[in-house]
């Protein structure tokens, strides 16, 4: 599982890669909470190149939305995946993290 980030203007790009399920889960949590450290109006998750998702891993983007919400920073979801996005889909999900692209 892979975790990059990049920020253009105030708005900061997470991509994630692979599988975010049980194994990685903590991983990426500790990753994540480290990068959104960082001073940005909204955060936009691209999960284009993320494979396979688990509850757990949506465990992870709540939590972290939960964490952004509470500043006030907006968080969106770009290219999902068609399998992650039935996942998502299905839990609603969208619903607080809008889907982009």
């Known amino acids: 599982m892979q975790v990059a980030h990049k920020r253009l ?12 399920d049980e194994c990685a889960a903590a991983d990426v949590r500790t990753k994540l909470d480290i990068i ?3 001073d940005c109006s909204r955060v936009i ?25 509470a500043r006030g920073i907006p968080v969106l979801l770009s290219a999902p995946t068609r399998s992650v996005d039935r996942v998502l889909s299905l839990t609603g999900i969208y ?3 809008p889907k982009i692209g």
């Open 36 to 38: 959104l450290e960082a």
């Open 9 to 20: 203007g105030t708005t900061l790009y997470i991509g994630l890669s692979g599988e975010l």
């Open 45 to 69: 998750f691209d999960l284009a190149d993320l494979r396979f998702m688990d509850s757990t891993g949506i465990g992870v983007l709540i939590g972290r939305y939960k964490k952004l919400k």
């Open 95 to 97: 619903d607080i993290m």
